[in-house]
């Protein structure tokens, strides 16, 4: 097992930038498949960005490609969201989640270990 925790959420104006992490300890967490996922009020969770744990391959939904990055370093244990030029519809929470399923990037299925969440504001 893993356990996760997310850091670096906040409140941010229309335009801005935060980076999110998540530390994970437990197990190898070079061994998991990791990725960002936000639940907006009233609405369902929705998988944004997941890293391969090679590191060398990454999945963007198509809300946030080219604004968020991923990535990790297995040395540190870590994984960062990027989020630059943040808009309202942005705000929600976001859970870092790991799974060692080996299967495709882009879907949400298989996720087995979550964080708390971490709450982004992005205002008008």
């Known amino acids: 097992q893993v356990q996760v925790v997310e850091s670096g959420g906040g409140l941010v104006q229309a335009g801005g930038s935060l980076r999110l992490s998540c530390a994970a300890s437990?197990?190898?967490?070079?061994?998991?498949?990791m990725g960002w996922f936000r639940q907006a009020p009233g609405k369902e969770r929705e998988l944004l960005a997941a890293?391969?744990?090679?590191?060398?391959?990454?999945y963007y939904a198509d809300s946030v490609r080219g604004r968020f990055t991923i990535s990790r370093d297995n040395a540190k244990n870590t994984a960062h969201l990027q989020m630059n030029s943040l808009k309202p519809e942005d705000t929600a929470v976001y859970y870092c989640?790991?799974?060692?399923?080996?299967?495709?990037?882009?879907?949400?299925?298989?996720?087995?270990?979550w964080g708390q969440g971490t709450q982004v504001t992005v205002s008008s």
């Open positions: 989640a790991a799974r060692r399923l080996d299967i495709a990037l882009m879907t949400s299925y298989g996720y087995d270990y």
């Open positions: 890293i391969k744990w090679t590191g060398d391959l990454t």
């Open positions: 437990g197990d190898t967490f070079s061994r998991y498949t």
